[in-house]
C-alpha cells in the first residue's frame, strides 16, 4: 500500500467542500473563529468514532470473507473516480443557512453519522488503504487517529481562512476542482496496480 495514495486520498477527501467544511466556513463567518473551533472539534471527534467503526466492520469482513478484498479494491476505485467527476463538475453555491444552536461539539459529532461524504470516505479508507495491510489494532488505532487530525485540520482550515479561502476556491474554481480531481484519478490507478 502506498501511503502517498493514502495522504493524496485523505487531504483531497477532507479539504474538498462538504457539509463539514461548509458548515464551518459558514460558522466562522456568522458567530466567529472562537465559537466555531468546538464544531470542528466535534467534527473531528466524531469523524474518529466514524473511523473506527468503519476500521471493526472492514476487519470483519475481511475476516469472514477474505476473497472480497478485491471487490472492496474495485468499489473504492470506482467510488474515487465518481469523486473526481463529481468534484470536477461541481459549482459553488450558495451557504446553506444554519443558527449558532448547532454550533457545538455535539453537532459537530453527530453530523458524521449522517454526512454521507464522511461515512462513505471512512468505509473506503479503512476498507482499501488500512485493513488489508495493517492487521494489528494498534497500527489500525494509529491510522485512525491520523485521518480523523486530517480532518479536524481540513475542517478548521476552513473556518480559520473563512470567507478568504471561499473567494479563492471560487475564484480559481475550474483550476482547483481538475487538480483535485486528476489526484483522485491517480490515487485509484495506484489502488488497482498495488
Known sequence: MSILSLLIYAFVASFTPGPNNIMSLYYTNQFGLKQTFRFCLGVGLGFFILLLL??????ALHTIFPKVELFMKIFGCLYL?????????????????FNNQYNNLKSGVMLQFINPKAATYALTVMATFITPFYHHYLTQLLFAILLATIGFLATF???????????????????????????????????LLH
Open 54 to 59: 468503519a476500521n471493526y466492520f472492514s476487519v
Open 81 to 97: 473516480v465518481y469523486l473526481a467527476y463529481k468534484i470536477i463538475t461541481s459549482k459553488m453555491g450558495k451557504d446553506k443557512q
Open 157 to 191: 482550515s476552513w473556518s480559520m481562512f473563512g470567507s478568504l479561502f471561499r473567494k479563492w476556491i471560487v475564484t480559481y474554481q475550474k483550476a482547483f476542482n481538475a487538480i483535485m480531481a486528476l489526484l483522485l484519478v491517480y490515487t485509484a490507478a495506484t489502488i
